[in-house]
C-alpha cells in the first residue's frame, strides 16, 4: 500500500474511546464495569425538544438547506448570544455547524498558515492538539497548574508569543479540569491578542454549565468583529450528543469562508436538527436547570469520595462535569493508573495524559451518572488498593 498523506500520521484520536473500548472489552466477558470516561450528560434530551424534531421531519422539512444555517435558528443564536455574553451579532457572523468540533478544524484551517504558531491549553481538549499537529502548524502548549486551580495564566500565554504566533485558543469552562477563568484573566488575554495581532478561540461549549462562578467571554472587547472567534453548542447542556449540533460566531470575513469549507465537506448541517436547536434555545429552560441541581450534588460527592482515597486530592470544579484528582503521590503515572482502577476496581476513567503532556500525574472522571455509581466507584477503588 502506498504511503497515506503526511497529515494522516500526525492526526490522532480520544483516549475517551480507548478506555471506552477496554471497558466494553471487559462487560463482553461478562464483568461489570462503571462508567466515568464519556464526557456525555446522562440526562435524555427534554422532551419539548425532541418533539419539535418530530414535527419538523412529520412535516417533511427533511431536504437541504443553506450551508451556513437555517434564517430561524441563526436569529435564536442572536438572541442567546445578546443575553449571554451582551452583545447582538449580526447573521453573517453566525454558522450552524453539525456539532462543535467541524468549528475547531474550520477556524484553524481559515485562520492558520502551516509553520505558524497556536497557543492552547494543556491538559486540554485533544482535538485541539490534533487538528494543530494535522495543518503542520508550530504546536505550543499552555501548561495548566493545579496551583492556579487549573486557570490559563495570561503570563504564560506572554511568555510563549512569537512573530509566528497566529491564534490563541481558550476553553472557560474546561475540560478536562473544570476551571473556570476569571474576568480579568480572559480580559488580559483578549488584551495580549489584540496587542499582538493575534485571533482568539474561544470554546464556550460549557458556558451554561457552572456552579459558583461566573462565565467570561473574550468576545465582549470586540463583538466577535475583528479577531475573536466562539463556540457553543448544544451537545452538553441541552443532552444533545448524538443530535450532533453547535455554531460559531466572529468575524463575518472567517465565516464566509467557513460557510465555503461547510460546503465543500458538509453541505449543511441537518434540517430538522436545527429546528430543534430552535427549541432549545427559545424554549424552556428548566431542564437544565434541573441538570445542573444533580451534577452540583454529584460534584460535590464525587470531590469528597476522591479526596478520601489515599494518595488522591482533587479540587472542586466550578464548571463542566468533570473531577481532575492528583494522583501523584501513588508513585503510578497516569495510565497505570488508570489501567489499574478499570481491571482492578472495575471502574472506567480516563488517564490525564489522554488530554496532554500537561496532564501526566492526574485523572479525568466525567461524573455525568447517578450518586450511588459515584459512592460504589470511590468504595471500589479504595478497595482496590487495599
Request: with cysteine.
Amino acid at each position: 500500500m502506498k504511503k497515506l498523506a503526511n497529515g494522516m500520521y500526525r492526526i490522532l484520536g480520544e483516549g475517551a474511546f480507548e478506555y471506552l473500548a477496554k471497558a466494553q472489552s471487559l462487560e463482553r466477558e461478562g464483568k461489570k464495569v462503571l462508567h466515568f470516561e464519556i464526557g456525555q450528560p446522562d440526562f435524555p434530551t427534554p422532551q419539548h425538544i425532541k418533539e419539535s424534531a418530530y414535527e419538523a421531519i412529520e412535516s417533511n422539512f427533511t431536504g437541504y438547506v443553506s450551508a451556513t444555517g437555517i434564517l430561524e435558528l441563526k436569529q435564536a443564536v442572536q438572541d442567546e448570544i445578546e443575553l449571554s455574553r451582551g452583545f447582538r451579532p449580526s447573521i453573517e457572523q453566525i454558522l450552524i455547524l453539525p456539532g462543535a468540533k467541524p468549528g475547531i478544524f474550520f477556524t484553524m484551517l481559515s485562520l492558520v498558515n502551516q509553520g505558524e504558531e497556536i497557543i492552547y491549553p494543556d491538559p486540554g481538549f485533544p482535538t485541539y492538539g490534533s487538528v494543530v499537529k494535522y495543518i503542520g502548524a508550530g504546536d505550543v502548549p499552555i501548561t495548566l497548574k493545579e496551583e492556579n486551580e487549573f486557570r490559563l495564566n495570561p503570563s504564560d500565554i506572554e511568555e510563549k508569543i512569537t512573530p509566528k504566533t497566529k491564534l490563541i485558543i481558550l476553553n472557560s469552562p474546561q475540560n478536562p479540569t473544570g476551571s473556570v477563568m476569571t474576568k480579568e484573566e480572559i480580559e488580559k488575554i483578549a488584551e495580549i491578542a489584540e496587542e499582538n495581532d493575534i485571533f482568539v478561540f474561544s470554546d464556550e461549549i460549557y458556558s451554561k454549565m457552572l456552579y459558583e462562578s461566573t462565565f467570561h467571554t473574550p468576545s465582549v472587547r470586540d463583538e466577535a468583529k475583528d479577531r475573536t472567534v466562539i463556540l457553543d453548542g448544544f451537545s452538553k447542556s441541552y443532552s444533545m450528543t448524538g443530535w450532533r449540533l453547535g455554531y460559531v460566531v466572529g468575524p463575518e470575513e472567517i465565516i464566509e469562508k467557513m460557510g465555503t469549507l461547510m460546503i465543500n465537506s458538509l453541505s449543511c448541517t441537518t434540517s430538522f436538527v436545527q429546528k430543534a436547536g430552535i427549541t432549545a434555545l427559545k424554549g424552556t429552560q428548566e431542564p437544565l436547570r434541573e441538570m445542573m441541581k444533580a451534577f452540583l450534588e454529584r460534584r460535590n460527592a464525587i470531590v469528597k469520595g476522591l479526596n478520601e482515597i489515599p494518595n488522591f486530592t482533587c479540587l472542586s470544579p466550578q464548571g463542566a462535569f468533570y473531577a481532575f484528582p492528583n494522583i501523584t503521590n501513588t508513585g503510578m503515572n497516569s495510565r497505570e493508573i488508570a489501567d489499574h482502577i478499570l481491571y482492578k476496581a472495575g471502574v472506567c476513567c480516563l488517564p490525564g495524559s489522554a488530554f496532554g503532556p500537561g496532564g501526566e500525574g492526574y485523572l479525568r472522571f466525567s461524573y455525568a451518572t447517578s450518586i450511588a455509581n459515584i459512592s460504589q466507584a470511590v468504595a471500589q477503588i479504595k478497595e482496590s488498593f487495599g
